[in-house]
């Protein structure tokens, strides 16, 4: 049996988002795994799949149990609220369990947060890393700048890393009082929504301006090298 890791939509409907194979392969299952049900909802109801005739079941249980369907010869969906399963996801968690136990596990196609934000920076995309969260506290998080700084210049290597909404500007502003002045900074959010904005520039060229504020975003950056 088959455990499939099923995209959701960043924004707009299920027939916006996924190609039309995985929304059919989608409508073929009747047990779902979900990290949101109201999200899961919603999209199972955007597809034509009333939530009442499926099986749902929220990730944060027992991850065995969670199985059961696999078990009994039933193949099951994993369904995140936003973007990608198991890709700074608790989702991580069953695709685990479902390899030690045998069970063969298919990512169907759609939209990455992290991935669409890479295409669009013009940073580096042969060699990154995506770093989720930063520290809250600020000095272990202006470490944490330091420590990605370095690395980048290293490497030559674009890091990666979000923030929970409330804190981006917070962020924001820690990257532009620690980074180097050449340093590229890319800043997308609200990616595939109708305010959609991805910017690139020097971190000495965002000084002054406004952080992303509460919208969902991901931050890249680049260090030159000296």
């Known amino acids: 049996m088959i455990l499939y890791a099923i995209p959701t939509p960043l924004g707009g409907t299920p027939a916006e988002a996924l190609p039309a194979p995985a929304i059919q392969k989608v409508k073929s299952l009747s047990d779902f795994v979900v990290e949101n049900a109201k999200s899961a909802r919603a999209f199972l109801g955007a597809l034509g799949m009333p939530v009442r005739e499926l099986n749902v079941r929220l990730v944060d249980e027992a991850v065995s149990g969670l199985l059961q369907p696999l078990r009994e010869k039933r193949p099951l969906g994993l369904l995140s609220e ?13 695709v685990e369990a479902a390899h030690r136990e ?19 920076s013009g940073l580096e995309g042969q060699r990154f890393a995506f770093c989720g969260y930063l520290p809250r506290e600020s000095k272990e998080r202006e470490k944490r700048i330091r420590e990605l700084e370095l690395r980048s210049r290293k490497e030559r290597e674009t890091e990666i890393f979000i923030e929970t909404p409330y804190r981006n500007d917070a962020l924001f502003g820690a990257l532009l009082a620690t980074c180097a002045p050449t340093t590229r900074l890319c800043v997308a959010a609200d990616l595939t929504l109708p305010g959609e904005s991805v910017t690139t520039r020097r971190v000495n060229d965002w000084k002054g301006a406004a952080g992303p504020g509460k919208r969902p975003a991901v931050f890249l950056l680049l260090a030159d090298v000296r």
Not at 84 to 94: F, H, K, R, W, Y
């Open 82 to 94: 936003a973007g990608c399963p198991a890709i700074a996801d608790p989702g991580a968690a069953l």
């Open 102 to 120: 045998g069970f063969k596990v298919v990512p169907l196609v759609g939209p990455s947060s992290i991935v669409l934000a890479l295409m669009a």
